[in-house]
């Protein structure tokens, strides 16, 4: 088991719109948990965090990050905002792309 975010809460999905995220990374398999299971009448989408990042904000999502001193440099310096450049390699075709990121403090 891993910590991955709910999609279904509400509060959630609106901080991902109104807190003005360039990304939303996680150090861990999956940023949204796709295990939930819904009703058979459910209507919304499979994976709404996905949804709301990938298609109606343009945010994208990053996983297994290694931010173990990232984060311990924004702790021990009182800062929980950093500025992130990693761009995504040119593959054709492609839904996902290897990046070396790079976290300007």
């Not at 996680?26 to 298609?55: M, S, T, W």
Request: glycine share 8%; charged share 20%; proline share 9%.
């Amino acid at each position: 088991s891993c910590a991955v975010l709910n999609g279904d809460d509400p509060k959630l999905l609106d901080w991902i719109e109104t807190s003005q995220i360039a990304a939303l990374i996680a150090d861990n398999f999956a940023v949204e948990d796709a295990r939930i299971q819904r009703p058979e009448d459910y209507k919304g989408p499979r994976l709404p965090i996905h949804n709301k990042c990938l298609f109606r904000l343009g945010v994208p999502l990053g996983e297994l990050w290694y931010l173990e001193e990232l984060a311990g440099w924004l702790s021990a310096n009182g800062r929980s905002r950093f500025f992130l450049t990693a761009p995504p390699l040119r593959l054709t075709g492609a839904v996902g792309s290897p990046v070396t990121p790079v976290a300007t403090v």
